[in-house]
């Protein structure tokens, strides 16, 4: 649940921000920073979930999950930081 929440909102707010270009050089470059945080703090995370979620599914026997999931904590203590 959390992973598809963090995907949507990273995504959701990618494409608010793209469609709000307005074609002036400061504007469109402070949008493309905000699109930067956006990817860095949502979709890295959403991602890194996802893939330990897989990992789980496609092999429950070994614990090739559990590096992806100690990964996560970081990606959102990394997020919140560049927030």
């Given at each position: 649940?959390?992973?598809?929440?963090?995907?949507?909102?990273?995504?959701?707010?990618?494409?608010?921000?793209?469609?709000?270009?307005?074609?002036?050089?400061?504007?469109?470059?402070?949008?493309?920073?905000l699109?930067?945080?956006?990817?860095?703090?949502?979709?890295?995370?959403?991602?890194?979930?996802?893939?330990?979620?897989?990992?789980?599914?496609?092999?429950?026997?070994?614990?090739?999950?559990?590096?992806?999931?100690?990964?996560?904590?970081?990606?959102?203590?990394?997020?919140?930081?560049?927030?």
């Amino acid at each position: 649940m959390g992973t598809g929440s963090d995907l949507s909102v990273a995504l959701v707010l990618c494409w608010l921000l793209r469609r709000s270009r307005t074609g002036f050089k400061k504007t469109d470059g402070m949008i493309a920073v905000l699109m930067l945080y956006t990817v860095n703090t949502g979709l890295i995370v959403a991602v890194d979930a996802a893939l330990g979620m897989i990992m789980y599914i496609i092999m429950p026997n070994n614990f090739v999950f559990l590096g992806f999931y100690l990964l996560l904590s970081k990606l959102y203590l990394n997020s919140y930081l560049a927030t």
